[in-house]
Each structure stands twice: as C-alpha cells, then as structure tokens.
C-alpha cells in the first residue's frame, strides 16, 4: 500500500474489528470546544466503528452524532468497502495518507488533497483500502470551490488551498515555529512524517494539534518534518 510516510501504513494496517460496525458512535462529543487546545497521539488513540462496514475511524474532533455539526476524523476504509451516498451541508476536504479513496468524480492515490463544496454528493469507497484524514461540515456556507490537488502538484507548491481559510503542506527545511500569534485564526496541525515539539515534549508522525486563536503555545516542527496546516478557521 503507497503510503505518505511508513507511520500510516502500519496505523492502517494495525487498526482492530477489522469487520465491526456499529449504528450508534460511542462518543459524540470530542474536543467540540475550539477555543480550547486539542492534542490526540493517533497511535495510542481508539478506533471507533462506523455504520459502514469495514470502515472505522479515529476521531479527533466531534460535535454530535452520525449528523454531526462538526467532525475531524482518520477513516480507513476495507478493501472493496464503501460507505452509503450522503451530501455535505457545510462541505468536506480530506487529504489521502495511504493507499486509494475513490468516489464518482475520480480515484485519489496517497498526498492527494479534496474540497467539496456545500451541498456536494458522493458516495465514497475503496478498492484496495486507504486512511484519510477527513473533515465535515467546517466550511462557509458560500465556498462553491471544488478543488482536487494531485499528489505532484502537492509536491511542487506548500499552498494547497489560499482563501478565507489557509491550507498548506508545510515541508520544515530547518526548524519551524507556528504560533497563533502569527495565525491570528488559529492553527490545526497534523504531522505527516518527521518530529515536532509541542507543550515541552517531542511528538512524532501521526500526532494531530489544535491550537485556538487566543493560544500562547508554540509548535515547532524539526527539520526535515512534514505536516498538513490548516489556519485562519478557528475564530478571533
């Protein structure tokens, strides 16, 4: 399975109940508060079943139930899994860490990073099974920006999404500090591959930060780290 890093091959391939699904999530309320600070070790974190089937989830943010207000979740889908056709009232954006996600408009290999638009539809499955990182219900009600970035033009340019919220795919080549200071919308982190620091402890691949827009904290990304940063939506 291509992966962006190892780290999310083995996070796929190690998840538990690999057939287990359930109606009902047994949380419906994680990390909802955003002006408060947020950290999940993915590693040491739960996987949850979904109503699909052979596909789970980590979750790392949540608002309510299978109709949530809000969600930031890691989903792995089986192979030749799928999950039933829905619409997206506030829109989705996921980012491919390892293996292919498909739906109608195409097939998304790992690095390739998807917005859809308030209102879109799908239906998503995979064929040889894949991990994504995925958020629901986070956009403005007026974004009509359906964008798909490749896994190249990922490579070739950090901005992966540059309007009244940022998107980049930040690639440290010495040490680099992110503060709420100088992303006055807030921050959310996760780290692709590499190291960083954090509340005076290292983190390594896999950890997922969230620094509200009133934080006086600092992450600081080792050289040679990757992570996807999204800032500018977490409020004043």
Request: hydrophobic share 35%; aromatic share 8%.
């Amino acid at each position: 399975m291509n992966a962006l890093d190892p780290y999310w091959r083995r996070l796929y391939e190690n998840r538990p109940n690999r057939t287990q699904h359930a109606d009902a999530l047994p949380v419906t309320a994680l990390n909802a508060d955003l002006t408060q600070p947020a950290i999940i070790n993915t590693d040491k974190a739960q996987w949850v079943p979904s109503p699909a089937p052979g596909v789970q989830r980590i979750l790392l943010e949540r608002n309510g139930g299978e109709q949530t207000t809000r969600a930031t979740s890691l989903v792995a889908y089986e192979p030749n899994s799928q999950f039933a056709g829905h619409e997206h009232p506030l829109g989705e954006e996921f980012l491919v860490l390892a293996g292919v996600f498909s739906d109608e408009n195409g097939d998304y290999p790992a690095g390739t990073y998807v917005r859809n638009p308030p209102g879109s539809q799908h239906k998503p499955r995979s064929q040889p099974g894949c991990l994504i990182l995925v958020k629901l219900q986070q956009f403005r009600p007026d974004d009509r920006n359906h964008l798909v970035v490749s896994p190249s033009q990922s490579r070739e340019s950090s901005v992966l999404f540059n309007d009244y919220e940022q998107v980049h795919w930040l690639r440290a080549q010495d040490n680099l500090k992110l503060t709420a200071e100088d992303h006055p919308g807030g921050i959310e982190l996760l780290l692709l591959s590499g190291a960083c620091d954090y509340a005076g402890r290292p983190w390594s691949a896999g950890t997922w930060i969230r620094l509200p827009a009133t934080s006086l904290s600092t992450v600081e990304l080792a050289a040679g780290a990757e992570a996807w940063v999204k800032t500018g939506h977490l409020g004043q």
